[in-house]
């Protein structure tokens, strides 16, 4: 058994041109991407949920176990 699991999101264009907006002109499809790696980074560390998240790379966000005291059980 692997010591870790890889899986894909994929972002829709709603939320894509929702982040193109707000980045206004300076919206390079770098930008973007780091944009969006970021709100997903905070959006996962910061849940209700006992996991932790931190970017780890570019395009790359590790995902922990980390019980904290309002966490709600993941099952």
Same mark, same amino acid.
């Given at each position: 058994m692997?010591?870790?699991l890889e899986i894909q999101i994929v972002?829709? $264009?709603s939320l894509l041109d929702?982040?193109?907006d707000g980045l206004g002109e300076q919206?390079?499809?770098e930008l973007l991407e780091h944009k969006l790696v970021e709100l997903?980074?905070?959006i996962l560390d910061g849940s209700e949920f $006992? +996991?932790?998240a931190e970017r780890t790379g570019e395009r790359t966000i590790r995902i922990s176990y980390h019980l904290r005291s309002f966490s709600q059980? +993941?099952?």
């Amino acid at each position: 058994m692997s010591d870790s699991l890889e899986i894909q999101i994929v972002a829709a $264009p709603s939320l894509l041109d929702h982040l193109r907006d707000g980045l206004g002109e300076q919206g390079t499809e770098e930008l973007l991407e780091h944009k969006l790696v970021e709100l997903l980074t905070v959006i996962l560390d910061g849940s209700e949920f $006992p +996991i932790a998240a931190e970017r780890t790379g570019e395009r790359t966000i590790r995902i922990s176990y980390h019980l904290r005291s309002f966490s709600q059980p +993941i099952f």
